[in-house]
C-alpha cells in the first residue's frame, strides 16, 4: 500500500493561490492571493482591472501590450500616463477588498514576491506574514524598505 503524503500548510495555501491565479486578467504575469487566519481562507484574490472595466486580455492596459523588453517588472507600473502603466488592482489588493472578515491576524499566500504598495497594504491590514513560492515575510519585513526581496 502507498502512503499518501499530505502537503503542509504553507504548500496546500500556495497551491490554492495557484490554482487562483489562473482568473487572472493580465497578459504579463498571473498572480493569485489567498488570506488565511486560522486554516481558514477568508479571502483570494487576482490581478485584473476594476469590475466593469476594460482589463488587459481586450487590450485596455498599455503595459500589457509590452514585453518585459521593454517595461521592466515593477517598472512605471503606478505612474498613469506612462507606457508601463498597468490598470491592474493586485492580487493581494483585490483580497483585502474582498475579506469576508477582519484580516488582522492573517497570512497572505500569493504567487509573486508583494510589490512595495502590496507589502504596506498588507500591513496595513493587520496581515502577520506574506509567503510566496520562493520566500516569506514576517510583520516587520512587511513594512522593513531596509532590505531586498
Same mark, same amino acid.
Given at each position: 500500500?502507498?502512503?499518501? +503524503?499530505?502537503?503542509?500548510?504553507?504548500?496546500?495555501?500556495?497551491?490554492?493561490?495557484?490554482? =487562483?491565479?489562473?482568473?487572472?486578467? $493580465?497578459?504579463?504575469?498571473?498572480?493569485?492571493?489567498? @488570506?488565511?487566519?486560522?486554516?481558514?481562507?477568508?479571502?483570494?484574490?487576482?490581478?485584473?482591472?476594476?469590475?466593469? !472595466?476594460?482589463?488587459? @486580455?481586450?487590450?485596455?492596459?498599455?503595459?500589457?501590450?509590452?514585453?518585459?523588453?521593454?517595461?521592466?517588472?515593477?517598472?512605471?507600473?503606478? !505612474?498613469?500616463?506612462?507606457?508601463?502603466? $498597468?490598470?491592474?488592482?493586485?492580487?493581494? =489588493?483585490?483580497?483585502?477588498?474582498?475579506?469576508?472578515?477582519?484580516?488582522?491576524?492573517? +497570512?497572505?499566500?500569493?504567487?509573486?514576491?508583494?510589490?512595495?504598495?502590496? !507589502?504596506?497594504?498588507?500591513?496595513?491590514?493587520?496581515?502577520?506574514?506574506?509567503?510566496?513560492?520562493?520566500?516569506?515575510?514576517?510583520?516587520?519585513?512587511?513594512?522593513?524598505?531596509?532590505?531586498?526581496?
Amino acid at each position: 500500500m502507498s502512503q499518501h +503524503v499530505v502537503p503542509g500548510w504553507d504548500e496546500y495555501f500556495l497551491n490554492i493561490a495557484t490554482a =487562483v491565479s489562473g482568473r487572472a486578467k $493580465c497578459t504579463r504575469r498571473k498572480v493569485g492571493a489567498v @488570506l488565511v487566519l486560522d486554516k481558514r481562507i477568508i479571502a483570494t484574490g487576482y490581478n485584473g482591472a476594476a469590475p466593469g !472595466r476594460p482589463d488587459c @486580455l481586450e487590450g485596455a492596459c498599455p503595459r500589457g501590450r509590452m514585453g518585459y523588453d521593454e517595461v521592466p517588472g515593477l517598472g512605471d507600473y503606478d !505612474r498613469p500616463g506612462t507606457p508601463g502603466f $498597468c490598470i491592474a488592482i493586485h492580487a493581494e =489588493v483585490n483580497a483585502l477588498l474582498f475579506a469576508t472578515r477582519d484580516t488582522k491576524g492573517a +497570512v497572505a499566500y500569493i504567487t509573486d514576491p508583494p510589490c512595495p504598495g502590496c !507589502r504596506k497594504a498588507l500591513a496595513a491590514a493587520g496581515i502577520v506574514r506574506a509567503v510566496w513560492p520562493a520566500g516569506e515575510h514576517d510583520c516587520d519585513g512587511l513594512v522593513d524598505w531596509s532590505g531586498a526581496w
